[in-house]
């Protein structure tokens, strides 16, 4: 069983940042692709971005590009996702998953999920 923790969310005003972290065991993170995904109120779950197990390569959603960055720490068993220049758009609870293969948007193919973080920005 994987456990990941999300950390990081909090009231923001627009244009501001925010840096979101996900933790797991150090062991236990290397082995994983991890994605960020939001809900918003009243919306399906979306993907936001994903980082590789293997090489590091980071994916993005159109919406969310050249304004987040997504990142990981091996060796301390943490994924970051620095969110900059953010929208009011942005608000909603974001949790990070792992699956053991490649990145995928698909949210069903993740097997191990975060209890969510909440992030609200404020126009």
């Known amino acids: 069983q994987v456990q990941l923790v999300e950390s990081g969310g909090a009231l923001a005003q627009s244009g501001g940042s925010l840096r979101l972290s996900c933790a797991a065991a150090a062991f236990t993170m290397r082995n994983y692709a991890i994605a960020w995904f939001r809900q918003a109120p009243g919306k399906e779950r979306e993907a936001v971005s994903c980082?590789?197990?293997?090489?590091?390569?980071?994916y993005y959603a159109a919406s969310v590009q050249g304004r987040f960055t997504i990142s990981r720490d091996n060796a301390k068993g943490t994924v970051y996702l620095q969110m900059d220049s953010l929208e009011p758009e942005d608000t909603a609870v974001y949790y990070c998953a792992a699956k053991t293969t490649v990145c995928t948007w698909n949210p069903n193919w993740y097997n191990f999920w975060g209890q969510g973080t909440q992030v609200i920005v404020s126009s």
């Open positions: 980082i590789s197990k293997i090489d590091g390569s980071t």
